[in-house]
Nanobody, 132 residues
Framework: HVQLVESGGGSMQAGESLKLSCAAS?????????????MGWFRQAPGKEREGVGTLDRDGTVTYADSARGRFTISHDGAKNTLYLQMDDLRPEDTAMYYCAADTPWCKEVPGVPVARGVFRYWGQGTQVTVS
């Protein structure tokens, strides 16, 4: 079965940088390959809805939420089948559990809006980012 495994979370000071990783594996005989499906990063702070941070579409388009644009960068490594989220100039309001997800037909629509779990076919278990 498909697995998405996030890593790289931690406790940071405001202004610092952090890079999250999401390794994709498993799936059909051809596996889940980044760039063959929409991939995205999401976050959920305590007491708040899960929101889209940014997505990488199959055509290579990266779409960011307003809160992420200019500070966060989504990239991927095809050889490692891994999606990344580089977060710079971290702020306390970035504190949240960060998730990656794969496969949705609404790739460009989800950044910046609340996202229900059913919108994406696959989800990782999350990695915590705390900024103080």
């Amino acid at each position: 079965h498909v697995q998405l495994v996030e890593s790289g979370g931690g406790s940071m000071q405001a202004g610092e940088s952090l890079k999250l990783s999401c390794a994709a594996s498993g799936g059909t005989t051809s596996g889940l390959t980044i760039r063959e499906v929409c991939m995205g990063w999401f976050r959920q702070a305590p007491g708040k809805e899960r929101e889209g941070v940014g997505t990488l579409d199959r055509d290579g388009t990266v779409t960011y939420a307003d809160s992420a644009r200019g500070r966060f960068t989504i990239s991927h490594d095809g050889a490692k089948n891994t999606l990344y989220l580089q977060m710079d100039d971290l702020r306390p309001e970035d504190t949240a559990m960060y998730y990656c997800a794969a496969d949705t037909p609404w790739c460009k629509e989800v950044p910046g809006v609340p996202v229900a779990r059913g919108v994406f076919r696959y989800w990782g278990q999350g990695t915590q980012v705390t900024v103080s």
